[in-house]
């Protein structure tokens, strides 16, 4: 997944707070589509909090799905990511920065 991670500038993601903060670690843009009948609506909570941290854009699954994903597209259809954003320490630690950031969320 690292390799992908690392190849990929723009996601999209259901609200899984893991694949969440694995892609931010990457510096990937996310359209999230939180899954609608999630346990206590909880991908639709971390999504709300990614969108609020990164700028990332929520869009629920609906009938205009398409319609919105077309019109987010254009937001981020330009989108490269920076590499020098991208903290190579912080890759190498990625599983211990993921717990935590999980654990503060979780807080929240």
């Known amino acids: 997944m690292a390799y992908l991670y690392a190849m990929s500038d723009i996601a999209f993601t259901r609200g899984s707070v893991t694949s969440l903060s694995e892609q931010a670690l990457f510096g ?3 359209i999230i589509i939180p899954l609608p009948f999630s346990g206590g609506n909880h991908q639709f909570y971390n999504a709300i909090k990614y969108s609020e941290l990164y700028e ?3 869009v629920e699954q609906n009938d205009r799905l398409e319609e919105n994903v077309a019109m987010f597209l254009e937001k981020f259809g330009g989108y490269k ?9 912080l890759l190498i630690r990625a599983k211990e920065v993921i717990w935590k950031k999980l654990f503060k969320l979780d807080k929240e």
């Open 56 to 58: 990332d854009i929520v």
């Open 81 to 89: 990511k920076n590499w020098k954003e991208v903290d190579n320490f």
């Open 28 to 30: 990937i843009k996310k």
